[in-house]
């Protein structure tokens, strides 16, 4: 299986860039309160569609999800850095 490692590094100081690469990654949960009634909606990131975390700010992930973290850390201007790979899939 080809996968990407993709390593970013994001200082303390820029709360707002860590906040949004979390929420890319990892999702959201937003509860909403209107007319006495509450809903949820959960807002899935792309490690629900695959990948997984191998360390702090360190994903394994298929090419095409790597594809777009990459894509979203350029936007967002952070520091990173990626690596191809060849597994035997996700087992552990």
Known sequence: MEATVVSFD??????????????????RVDTKYGNGVQRTYRRPGILDE????????????????????????????VDHRCWDVITDGWSC
Do not use: T
């Open 10 to 27: 994001i200082p303390d100081k820029e709360r707002s860039k860590r906040v949004a690469v979390h929420r890319f990654l990892h999702g």
């Open 50 to 77: 695959g990948g997984f975390r191998l360390g702090q700010s360190v994903y394994i992930l298929p090419r095409d999800l790597a594809s777009r973290l990459i894509l979203e850390l350029e936007q967002l201007g």
